[in-house]
Protein backbone atom coordinates (compact mmCIF):
# COMPACT_ATOMS: atom_id res chain seq x y z
CA UNK A 1 0.00 0.00 0.00
CA UNK A 2 0.79 3.73 -0.49
CA UNK A 3 -0.02 6.64 1.52
CA UNK A 4 -0.44 10.24 0.07
CA UNK A 5 -0.47 13.06 1.94
CA UNK A 6 -1.58 16.64 0.30
CA UNK A 7 -0.69 20.08 2.38
CA UNK A 8 -0.40 23.30 0.96
CA UNK A 9 -3.92 24.82 0.35
CA UNK A 10 -5.27 27.54 1.34
CA UNK A 11 -6.93 30.79 0.17
CA UNK A 12 -5.29 33.21 -2.10
CA UNK A 13 -6.55 36.34 -4.61
CA UNK A 14 -6.16 36.26 -8.01
CA UNK A 15 -2.75 36.15 -9.33
CA UNK A 16 -1.35 34.55 -6.37
CA UNK A 17 0.55 31.91 -5.85
CA UNK A 18 0.66 28.71 -3.75
CA UNK A 19 2.74 25.34 -3.86
CA UNK A 20 1.27 21.98 -2.43
CA UNK A 21 3.27 19.43 -1.05
CA UNK A 22 2.48 15.66 -1.20
CA UNK A 23 4.07 13.68 1.03
CA UNK A 24 4.06 9.60 0.32
CA UNK A 25 4.90 6.80 2.91
CA UNK A 26 4.54 3.13 2.47
CA UNK A 27 5.66 0.95 -0.65
CA UNK A 28 6.53 4.43 -2.67
CA UNK A 29 9.37 1.58 -4.41
CA UNK A 30 6.12 0.96 -6.76
CA UNK A 31 5.32 4.59 -7.77
CA UNK A 32 5.91 4.41 -11.34
CA UNK A 33 4.30 8.21 -12.25
CA UNK A 34 2.68 10.64 -9.90
CA UNK A 35 0.12 13.42 -10.86
CA UNK A 36 -1.81 16.01 -9.33
CA UNK A 37 -5.66 16.15 -10.07
CA UNK A 38 -8.48 18.67 -8.96
CA UNK A 39 -12.15 18.79 -8.97
CA UNK A 40 -14.47 21.26 -8.44
CA UNK A 41 -17.94 21.29 -7.50
CA UNK A 42 -20.40 19.76 -9.58
CA UNK A 43 -17.63 18.70 -11.95
CA UNK A 44 -15.39 15.96 -12.79
CA UNK A 45 -12.35 15.39 -11.36
CA UNK A 46 -9.75 16.06 -14.15
CA UNK A 47 -5.97 16.00 -14.59
CA UNK A 48 -3.72 18.92 -13.98
CA UNK A 49 -0.15 17.52 -14.34
CA UNK A 50 1.62 14.40 -13.92
CA UNK A 51 5.53 13.66 -13.10
CA UNK A 52 7.40 10.38 -14.28
CA UNK A 53 9.73 9.01 -11.69
CA UNK A 54 12.01 7.56 -13.54
CA UNK A 55 12.42 10.02 -16.36
CA UNK A 56 11.07 13.02 -15.06
CA UNK A 57 8.83 14.01 -18.08
CA UNK A 58 6.11 15.93 -17.25
CA UNK A 59 2.91 16.75 -18.83
CA UNK A 60 0.11 19.70 -17.89
CA UNK A 61 -3.33 20.24 -18.67
CA UNK A 62 -3.63 22.91 -21.25
CA UNK A 63 -6.10 25.54 -18.54
CA UNK A 64 -2.57 25.25 -16.54
CA UNK A 65 0.30 25.28 -18.71
CA UNK A 66 2.61 27.94 -18.47
CA UNK A 67 1.47 28.51 -14.55
CA UNK A 68 2.07 25.58 -12.64
CA UNK A 69 4.63 22.99 -12.39
CA UNK A 70 5.20 19.59 -11.27
CA UNK A 71 8.22 18.88 -9.37
CA UNK A 72 9.70 16.23 -6.97
CA UNK A 73 11.98 15.44 -4.20
CA UNK A 74 13.30 11.92 -3.98
CA UNK A 75 15.13 12.44 -1.01
CA UNK A 76 11.60 13.27 0.98
CA UNK A 77 9.52 11.14 -1.14
CA UNK A 78 7.63 14.43 -2.11
CA UNK A 79 5.76 15.51 -5.00
CA UNK A 80 4.94 19.31 -5.45
CA UNK A 81 2.74 21.34 -7.44
CA UNK A 82 3.90 25.26 -7.68
CA UNK A 83 1.11 27.34 -8.92
CA UNK A 84 1.65 30.66 -10.15
CA UNK A 85 -1.00 33.22 -11.72
CA UNK A 86 -4.29 31.79 -9.79
CA UNK A 87 -7.30 32.41 -11.21
CA UNK A 88 -11.18 32.23 -9.50
CA UNK A 89 -11.15 28.78 -11.73
CA UNK A 90 -8.64 26.92 -10.14
CA UNK A 91 -10.46 26.80 -7.36
CA UNK A 92 -11.12 23.03 -6.78
CA UNK A 93 -10.11 20.41 -4.46
CA UNK A 94 -6.59 19.29 -5.45
CA UNK A 95 -5.63 15.31 -5.02
CA UNK A 96 -2.19 13.63 -5.37
CA UNK A 97 -2.33 10.42 -6.62
CA UNK A 98 0.28 7.84 -8.14
CA UNK A 99 0.05 4.91 -10.52
CA UNK A 100 2.51 1.91 -10.00
CA UNK A 101 2.61 0.73 -14.01
CA UNK A 102 4.26 2.10 -16.47
CA UNK A 103 2.43 4.73 -18.25
CA UNK A 104 2.25 8.19 -17.34
CA UNK A 105 -1.01 8.98 -19.06
CA UNK A 106 -3.23 11.82 -17.10
CA UNK A 107 -6.58 8.92 -17.00
CA UNK A 108 -7.55 8.90 -13.38
CA UNK A 109 -8.72 5.71 -13.90
CA UNK A 110 -5.15 4.15 -14.19
CA UNK A 111 -3.87 6.01 -10.96
CA UNK A 112 -4.00 3.21 -7.92
CA UNK A 113 -3.43 5.43 -5.13
CA UNK A 114 -5.36 9.08 -3.57
CA UNK A 115 -4.59 11.14 -1.01
CA UNK A 116 -7.11 12.87 0.49
CA UNK A 117 -6.98 16.44 -1.00
CA UNK A 118 -6.35 20.12 -0.16
CA UNK A 119 -8.23 22.96 -0.87
CA UNK A 120 -7.31 25.51 -2.62
CA UNK A 121 -9.62 28.70 -3.11
CA UNK A 122 -9.01 31.41 -5.55
CA UNK A 123 -11.35 35.20 -5.18
CA UNK A 124 -11.43 37.69 -7.91
Known amino acids: QVQLVESGGGSVQAGGSLRLSCAAS????????MGWFRQAPGKEREGVAT????????SYADSVKGRFIISQDNAKNTLYLEMNSLKPEDTAMYYC?????????????????WGQGTQVTVSA
Open 97 to 113: AARVVPGCDMIRQLFRY
Open 26 to 33: GYTYTMYC
Open 51 to 58: FARRGGST
